[in-house]
């Protein structure tokens, strides 16, 4: 086991590890433990009640963040003509077709999100095997297998976080940065949660957030109330 650092344990100190904490203390408890050289990242970790070896308990989708990601978010669209154009109006960095696909099969991923339109699937498929271990390959599901490009640059722009459960259950994800306001990252949670309560599959039977733990990019975790968490509708 790696050798606890002294910034690391000092942090511990602040953390209450027997303690369930209410989402207004966790937040409140998580920006002062803001110890890095970098605006760190808020990340909240959910271990759900569902067998993702099902196919109707597979838990993914998006959802726009109110305060955004805080992240700088480069998107490229695979689209032809009209859609081509409405894409680089939109604030597309790099759109095309044939010639985009062409760059992606060399290796070449100079985007963090990458939209298409649904008839030019085909097209990507072509590189879908590159595209998937990186998670970058567009789905319905995500909003980003889509004839209204323009909506989708602005939602990747914007703050879209795209979630899907692991193998395990869990799904983890970026809601901001420490450096946003307590009721920023608050709003954004909420509108997190929110969706992933929404998207319960009618399969799963129980208690569907089994447990919920909030950190930052460097810091110790600290648990949630998982009650609360559930009653966000």
Do not use: C, W
């Not at 606890?4 to 590890?17: S, W």
């Not at 808020?42 to 990601?69: C, F, K, Y």
């Amino acid at each position: 086991m790696a050798k606890t650092t002294k910034r690391y344990a000092k942090l511990l100190k602040k953390v209450d590890a027997t303690k369930i904490y209410s989402l207004d203390e966790a937040v409140e408890v998580v920006k002062g433990l803001a110890s890095a050289k970098f605006d760190e990242t808020l990340e909240i970790a959910m271990q759900l009640n569902v067998d993702p070896r099902h196919a109707d308990q597979m838990v993914r989708g998006s959802v726009v963040l109110p305060a955004g990601t805080g992240k700088s978010v480069r998107v490229a669209v695979i689209a032809k003509d009209v859609k081509a154009d409405e894409a680089k109006a939109a604030g597309a960095e790099i759109v095309g077709a044939e010639d985009l696909v062409d760059e992606i099969s060399k290796g070449n991923f100079d985007f963090d999100v990458l939209i298409a339109t649904p008839n030019l699937m085909g097209l990507v498929g072509k590189v879908g095997r590159l595209l998937g271990p990186k998670g970058l390959m567009p789905n319905p599901k995500t909003g980003t297998v889509t004839m209204d490009v323009a909506q989708a640059v602005n939602n990747a722009k914007s703050g879209q976080v795209n979630f899907r459960v692991d193998k395990q259950g869990n799904i983890h994800a970026g809601l901001g940065k420490v450096s946003f306001t307590k009721e920023q990252l608050l709003e954004n949670i909420n509108a997190f949660v929110k969706t992933i309560n929404k998207h319960k599959p009618a399969t799963s039977k129980g208690r569907y957030i089994k447990g919920a733990k909030l950190s930052l990019t460097m810091s110790p975790s600290i648990t949630l109330d998982s009650q609360e968490l559930l009653d966000l509708k």
